[in-house]
Structure formats: structure tokens, C-alpha cells
């Protein structure tokens, strides 16, 4: 850590350029306008400068060129800066799709992470730099928000619901992890690092790490634990399935018992398995128990990323929403 | 109080005036003068603002060395929250208003009363009510939820006595929207024969824009506190997810209120520097009827734009983008008044009086505090910016270096009609230094540590960014040696300054054409309106004043 004085932070990843660009673009305008505001009153503040005691300012005048002038100018000046801003938060928070999934649940006051390849680490987190990164989070109690200055972005990680944050680090080094949003007691000490590494480095750190299941894997098992199976059957399985079969499900439209559709993302299938009645697939019973309180964050994302690992048949893929009621009716 | 005038050889007749009709405690504390609630808003809403700088003295100090030494981490999360809740709650939203703008109302528009003065002590009570809940909150325990109470830590995790204090918000909560009744039908049915609405003062359009935030915007504060009473009492399944409630509904509810009290703090303060600039450059403010409308504006437009506090929250990229381009919007009636009050004093006759002092300090700092607020509304600044330090450096540029600089060029510009008293010119001028010096020091190194990546809240922090906080906890102490300063002179001049005159300034505006103190119902005959606002050329008979130079 560097503890000399600092003006400016160090940037770190593929958008901070933008982000200080855009930041630097408004700063120095804002200087303009304030000193030429601060120069104004100053300079007239001297020339006019009360002569006598009864003396009084000239007559009101009225200059609608220059407050049509004033409003407008300042108006374009901000649309501008709107639409550029824009474009730079659409980058921010619009992960590329080669970006490698990465998990985070904020905690009172710690942050837990896992890596794609099961790897977990508390508080810090290792990435290889040139790789986009896209973490999916959540929180367990209250909103926490993880911020990386070095990278200029942040995210609120909120419980009962997932956001996600992504990133391309750019050059390695040892770079600050905040809790930004305000948690309780110890969320000046709810810190960590973010060590980007090369990518072979990245290698040597992970094959150095005590090794997990990976999420799909601990997803795997936990699907039979929690006798998920019993219900959610293999298209292989002979006997009749007693629920939609999840092969192919991830990011499909699903109708519901009510007619109402959604895609089926990490949101939808994680109150699926807290709150099934919720949102009852068309065609099946709400015979799902409720898994609320029984299953911790950890084991929801390996349940997510196992779910989405199972890639259905064209076939399937294909019929659409109804395509397990459909197979039900086959058998 | 009430020893300090005897006999004010200035009022016409018979020399009785709101001061020294009734003597006694009972006078005071069942008095329907809005003169009189004024001065009762006044000590009590200073007992505030002291206890609220207590709080951010206690922050700064803190805040010298990286490491969390003087507080205990609890204890500093209490600090700031309480800091947070009194300046905002108990200081900032009255202030104006509810002292400033209870003794002028009247006097402006050349009324005897407010339309319901049973009721503007009733506010009174229910302000005090509510500020003796928050303060048993604070003594048995405070709170560590931050002044924005956000759900789940202040539903399901916080320490302390939330819904004490929630409950003195809550109560204090009416007594704004009591104001802002009386303010409306006030304005609307009391004007004096001949004051049209386009001659109204601008400080009457800020406090009417004012008072239409207050009315509609503080019952949903209210109903917000109200559900999570209900969900911390009944379970009911709100804010908490797990039971079924959205934590992030907290956020756009508290918002819809919190965002456009921030113009009920910034409004008043903009209607009083429309006062100075023109009475300091004896001169109409410039295009008078913009930046009238402009107040109104800021009120309807401010009400949009709630969701700018919530981009990095998880809510959805489009509505933050509605919301990012509607708070630019919001930005340009602010500017066009900047402009405005920039171009009065040209040609002006410019006085360099205490009170003038404080408008172009305003001015500069709140010019600042605009500015950076449209860069935090730009989207892809904001993300790296949200919960830094850089959004507490431009919250103060605009409640501290705006709404604070206006109060006081306020209470110095309207002291002598208030008190009939002088105060020392020199010393103001002196403090009047102090708290611009003393604020730019204190706030703009926020700016840099907020781009550094400094978050807010943090009870200790990464030891680079120490230089920087030494610099503000400097900047702290000349600012509270600023403010104590006035409190003494002011408390000094009740006793022993010397007499005012009815109109010192030489400004016009019918609060002028009274005596100093005014008498109890305000005007001997009801004044009539012949002339526009700030009309100099029309009114000059009117002036025989020296400027502080009497005053001294």
C-alpha cells in the first residue's frame, strides 16, 4: 500500500481511461464556470462598489438574449455530458459475453468469493488481468457494496437478489476492495485487496490454492442432497416426471400458471427454489416445498450454476415454455 | 429576551412593539405572534445546530489519523448518524423557514399574521416535541443506521433506539407540513392591497416553491416511517426479503421525499441571497420573473428525480438513465439563478456589508456544489463517485456552503429589524472570513478524497488518504470558530448593541417600512403596494441609510 499524498487515483482497468476521461472533461468545466462566476462578482463587486450613501443601482433592464443565452448553453453543455456519461455506464454495467463468472456474497462484514474454478477466498480476491470478469452478487443480511477505485466501478450487493459488477483488470498489482454502502459496525473494516495477476501467474496462484468442487460440481451434488432429482427428472430417467425438467431451462421464456412469462435468469430461478409458488409453471402442481432458510447463499449459486450447466437438446431448446408439460404428455 | 427593548423611540406610537408586549415566560411559550415563534424557533433550532456541530467535531477529530483511536467504531457510526439526522431534520429543513421565513412571510407581504397562528405554534410544539424524542433517542443509545435509515440494517440489524428516533422524524415531520399549509393560504389570501404575485418578493416565491415540497413531499416520509413501524411490529413483509418485501422499495420511498427536501433546505437560502443581492446593490434582481419561476420549477422538477441517489443499487439501467437526464434538467433553473443574481450587481451600487458578504459566499459555494452535482448525475461518473467522499464534500457545498452562508447572511441582514438592536460590523466581518476560509478547507479536499476512492462512513480508513482528512479537520476548527463568533456578538447585541434604525440598509421591501422591532400586528395601516419588488428608482425617498457604517 502506498501511503505518500495522492491527488489522483491509479486507474486499472479497461474503463477507468473512460471513467477519468469523462470525469476530467467535467472538472475541468465546472472550473470554468466557477471561476468565471467567482471573477464576475469579484470584478463587480470592486467596479461598483457603493459611492455615496444614497446612491442607488440603475434602472431594471431586461435582456431576454441572455437568459435564453444562460439557459440554453448550460442545457447542451449537460445533454452532452448526459449522452457521453450514458454510453460509459451502459459499459460499466453491460458485461461482454466471454466474461468468466465469478460469485461474491457480502456478509456482516466480510466478503466472500468464489472463482469459476471452485476456489474461495474471503475478503481478498485474485483475477488475471486481459480477462473480463463478471461477478454475480448477493448479500445475506444487510446492503453491502462492493467498489473497486482502481477499476472505477461499484456495485450494491442486496439481499434476496442478485446484481452483478464485471471488470477487465489491465495491469497487475494489489488494488483496494471497499464496502461502500454504509453496513453496520465494522463497514470501515469490511476491506479487502483485489490482486490482479498475470494470467500465468493467475495459474500458479490457482493450482496452489486448495482446490474446491467447482460450483457446478458441489451444484451437482447438492441437487441430489436436497432430492431435487426426485422431482426435476432426467429426460433419460423412464418414470414420469412430477416437475418441468430443467435441462435447457436457463434463459428460456417460461409461462406461467397464470399467464403471465419470464425468462428464466438467475433472479427467476433463485425464488423458484425460496418461494416456488410464487411463479407456478404452466401445466404442473405447486407440490415444490419451499427452501427458504434451508439453503445458504454459497449453496443457491452452485444450485444456479449447476442448473445452468445442463444444456437441453435442440429439441427442446426449441418447443419452448411448455416443452416438459409437452414431454409429460409423450410418456 | 424580553428585557432587552424597553422603548423603541422609532415606533410610532406609543413605543410598544412584539418584544415588549407581554413579559414572562407564559407570554412567550402561548404566544400567536409570528414574530415572537420566530424567535422560539430561533434558540431552539441553534441548540440543534450546535449539538449537530458537536457531532461533526467529533467526526473530524476522528477522522485525523487512519486509524479508528478516538471513538469506538459503534460509537463513531452513532456520531455521524446523529449528525446527520439533527443537521438535516432538526437544523437545515427549519432553519430557514421556520425562523427567517415565520418573522418575514408577513412582514412582506404586508400582512398582520400568518393565516393560522394557533397553528404555527402548534408547529412549534411538535417541533420541539419531536426534537425531545430524537434527543432521548440520542441519550439512551443513539442510533447507528445513518440519516437514511436504509433497510434491512435499520429494520432487522441496527443497534440503538431507531424508532425513537425514526418516531422524533416522524413527529417533526408535521410540523413541516404545518409551515408549508400556513405559508400557502398565507401567501395566497393575505397579500396587502396591491402586492400581485409579480410583486412579490422573491423571498415569498422561494418560501411558496418551499411550502409546496413540504406539503406534499414530508407525508411520505411520514407513511415510509409508518411501514417500517409495521414491519418491525407486525412482520409485515415490506423491506425485508425474507419476508417476501424489497429492500430497495426503502430506498425509492425515502428518496422521493429526502431528494426534494433538499430543496426545501436549498429554496429558502435561494430566496433570501435574491433579498441581499438586491438590497446590497439597491438594484431589481435581475430578470426577476425567471428566477420567480425558476423556484417553481426546481419544486415540480425535484420531485422527478429521486432515482440519481440509487444507480449503482441494482435498480434498472434505463430508469437510471430517465432519472440521469432529469436531474440535468433540474440543474438549469439553479444555473440561470446564478447567472441572474451575477448580473444585478452590474451597475449596481454595490455595499460590502456583512450581509453581502455572505450572498456572494453563497453564491461561489453553492455555484460549486451545483456543478458538481450535474458531474455525480452523469452516469458513469456516479458509479465510481456513489457512497464518497466526493458526494459528502458536494452535499455540504450545498447545504453547508449554501443553505448555512444564506442563513447567516440572513440573520445579519434582518438582526436589526428582528432584535431592534445593532450588532459589531467588525467581528461579523471577521466571521463572515472565517466561514468561507474555514469551509473551503474543511470540504474541498472531500472532493480529491472522493475521487480517490475514500467511501464515507468509514470510522478509519487507508493511511494515503491522511493528508488529505488533516486538511479538513483544519478546515473544521476556523469553520467552528466562524459560527461560534456570531453566537457571541449576536447574544452580546441583545443586551448591549445599540439601537436600530426602522430601514438601516436603505432597502426597500415593506418589512422596512415598519419600526425595528416591529410592533404586534406588524403595520400601524395596512401598507399599500404601489411599486414592483426592489423598485430603487420609484422608492428612493425611502432611503436615509448608511449601511453598516450606522451600524457600527
Known amino acids: 500500500m502506498r501511503s505518500e499524498l495522492q491527488f489522483f487515483p491509479e486507474g486499472a482497468s479497461s474503463l477507468a481511461g473512460q471513467v477519468d476521461a469523462l470525469y476530467l472533461v467535467w472538472a475541468a468545466v465546472s472550473v470554468f464556470f466557477s471561476l468565471l462566476i467567482a471573477a464576475l462578482l469579484v470584478f463587480f463587486f470592486i467596479k461598483y462598489k457603493r459611492r455615496t450613501e444614497d446612491e442607488i443601482g440603475l434602472e431594471e433592464r431586461e435582456a431576454p438574449l441572455l437568459e435564453i443565452a444562460w439557459s440554453v448553453i448550460p442545457l447542451i453543455i449537460c445533454l452532452l455530458m448526459f449522452v457521453w456519461g450514458t454510453r460509459v455506464f451502459f459499459d460499466i454495467y453491460r458485461p461482454p459475453s466471454d466474461a468468466q463468472e465469478y460469485f461474491a ?98 495459474e500458479q496462484w490457482l493450482s496452489g490454492s486448495p482446490a474446491g468442487k467447482t460450483p457446478v460440481a458441489s451444484g451437482a451434488q447438492l441437487f441430489q442432497t436436497f432430492a431435487c432429482d426426485t422431482c426435476h427428472r432426467d429426460a433419460k430417467d423412464p418414470r414420469p416426471p412430477r416437475a418441468p425438467q430443467l435441462a435447457g431451462l436457463y434463459g428460456r421464456d417460461v409461462t406461467f400458471a397464470d399467464g403471465g412469462t419470464a425468462k428464466a435468469d438467475d433472479t427467476y430461478l433463485r425464488e423458484s427454489i425460496l418461494n416456488p409458488a410464487a411463479k407456478l409453471v404452466a401445466g404442473w402442481q405447486p407440490i415444490m416445498p419451499t427452501f427458504q432458510g434451508q439453503v445458504s447463499e454459497e449453496q443457491l449459486a452452485a444450485l444456479l450454476a449447476y442448473i445452468k450447466s445442463l444444456q437441453g437438446s435442440a429439441e427442446q431448446a426449441a418447443a419452448g415454455g411448455n416443452a416438459a408439460a409437452a414431454d409429460r404428455g409423450t410418456l | 429576551m424580553s428585557h432587552a427593548v424597553s422603548t423603541d423611540i422609532h415606533a410610532p406610537s406609543g413605543g410598544t412593539n412584539y418584544l415588549n408586549d407581554g413579559y414572562g415566560l407564559r407570554s412567550w411559550l402561548l404566544t400567536k405572534d409570528h414574530k415572537r415563534i420566530a424567535i422560539l424557533y430561533l434558540i431552539s433550532v441553534t441548540v440543534f445546530f450546535f449539538i449537530g456541530g458537536i457531532m461533526a467535531m467529533l467526526i473530524r477529530l476522528e477522522l485525523l489519523t487512519p486509524e479508528g483511536d478516538l471513538l469506538q467504531a459503534d460509537t463513531y457510526n452513532r456520531v455521524f448518524s446523529m449528525h446527520g439526522i439533527t443537521m438535516v431534520f432538526f437544523f437545515l429543513i427549519p432553519s430557514i423557514p421556520a425562523i ?110 418551499t411550502s409546496l415540497i413540504m406539503l406534499l413531499g414530508t407525508p411520505v416520509i411520514a407513511v415510509t416511517i409508518l411501514m417500517v413501524a409495521a414491519e418491525r411490529a407486525l412482520h409485515l413483509g415490506l423491506f425485508d426479503p425474507r419476508l417476501g418485501g424489497d429492500p430497495v422499495l426503502f430506498q425509492h420511498l425515502f428518496w422521493f421525499y429526502s431528494h426534494p427536501a433538499v430543496y426545501i433546505m436549498v429554496l429558502p437560502a435561494m430566496g433570501v441571497v435574491s433579498e441581499l443581492i438586491a438590497a446590497f446593490s439597491r438594484k431589481p434582481v435581475f430578470g426577476y420573473k425567471i428566477v420567480a419561476i425558476a423556484s417553481i420549477a426546481i419544486a415540480v422538477l425535484g420531485f422527478l428525480v429521486w432515482g440519481h441517489h440509487m444507480f449503482v443499487s441494482g435498480q434498472s439501467i434505463y430508469a437510471s438513465t430517465v432519472f440521469s437526464l432529469l436531474s440535468m434538467l433540474v440543474a438549469i433553473p439553479s444555473a440561470v439563478k446564478v447567472f441572474n443574481w451575477t448580473a444585478t450587481l452590474y451597475e449596481g451600487s454595490v455595499s460590502w456589508d456583512t450581509p453581502m458578504l455572505y450572498a456572494l459566499g453563497f453564491i461561489g459555494l453553492f455555484t460549486i456544489g451545483g456543478l458538481t452535482g450535474v458531474m455525480i448525475a452523469t452516469l458513469g461518473i456516479d458509479v465510481h463517485l456513489h457512497d464518497t467522499y466526493f458526494i459528502v464534500a458536494h452535499f455540504h457545498y450545498v ?135 426592489y423598485d430603487y428608482h420609484h422608492q428612493r425617498p425611502t432611503i436615509a441609510a448608511k449601511g453598516e457604517a450606522a451600524l457600527g
Open chain 2, 100 to 209: 427567517l421565513g415565520n418573522f418575514l412571510v408577513p412582514l412582506m407581504i404586508g400582512a398582520k399574521d400568518l393565516a393560522f397562528p394557533r397553528i404555527n405554534l402548534l408547529s412549534w410544539y411538535l417541533y420541539i416535541f419531536g426534537g425531545a424524542f430524537t434527543l432521548w433517542a440520542m441519550i439512551h443509545g443513539g442510533v447507528d443506521t445513518g440519516w437514511t435509515f436504509y433497510t434491512p440494517l435499520s429494520t432487522q440489524y441496527a443497534q440503538g433506539q431507531v424508532m425513537m428516533a425514526a418516531l422524533g422524524v416522524f413527529i417533526a415531520g408535521f410540523s413541516s407540513i404545518l409551515t408549508g399549509l400556513n405559508f400557502i393560504v398565507t401567501i395566497h389570501r393575505m397579500r396587502a392591497p396591491g402586492m400581485t404575485w409579480f410583486r412579490m418578493p422573491l423571498f415569498i416565491w422561494s418560501h411558496y416553491a
Open chain 1, 105 to 202: 456474497v457480502g456478509k456482516q462484514w466480510m466478503w466472500k468469493f468464489q472463482h469459476p474454478e471452485g476456489v474461495r477466498e474471503i475478503n481478498n480476491l485474485h483475477v488475471p488481468v486481459g480477462q473480463a470478469i463478471k461477478v454475480t452478487m448477493t448479500s445475506e443480511d444487510v446492503i453491502h457494496s462492493l467498489y473497486v477505485p482502481a477499476f472505477r466501478t461499484k456495485q450494491d450487493a442486496v439481499p434476496g437478489r442478485y446484481t452483478t459488477l464485471w471488470f477487465k483488470a489491465t495491469k497487475p498489482g494489489t488494488y483496494h476492495l471497499f464496502c461502500a454502502e454504509y453496513c453496520g459496525t465494522e463497514h470501515s473494516r469490511m476491506i479487502g485487496q483485489l490482486i490482479a495477476l498475470s494470467p500465468r501467474d493467475y
Open chain 2, 399 to 533: 447545504m453547508v456552503g449554501g443553505t448555512i452562508m444564506a442563513y447567516m447572511g440572513g440573520l445579519h441582514y434582518w438582526w436589526p429589524k428582528i432584535t431592534g438592536r445593532k450588532y459589531r460590523p467588525f467581528w461579523a466581518k471577521i466571521s463572515a472570513m472565517l466561514v468561507f476560509v474555514g469551509f473551503n478547507l474543511t470540504f474541498f479536499p472531500q472532493f480529491l478524497l472522493g475521487y480517490l476512492g475514500m467511501p464515507r462512513r468509514y470510522w478509519s480508513y487507508a493511511p494515503e488518504f491522511q493528508v488529505l482528512n488533516v486538511l479538513s479537520t483544519a478546515g473544521a476548527s476556523i469553520l467552528a470558530i466562524g459560527y461560534l463568533l456570531p453566537a457571541i456578538y449576536f447574544t452580546w447585541s441583545m443586551r448591549y448593541g445599540e439601537k436600530a434604525e426602522d430601514n438601516p440598509w436603505g432597502a426597500v421591501g415593506l418589512e422596512w417600512q415598519t419600526s425595528s422591532p416591529p410592533p404586534t400586528f406588524n403595520f400601524h395601516e395596512t401598507p399599500i403596494v404601489t411599486h414592483d419588488a
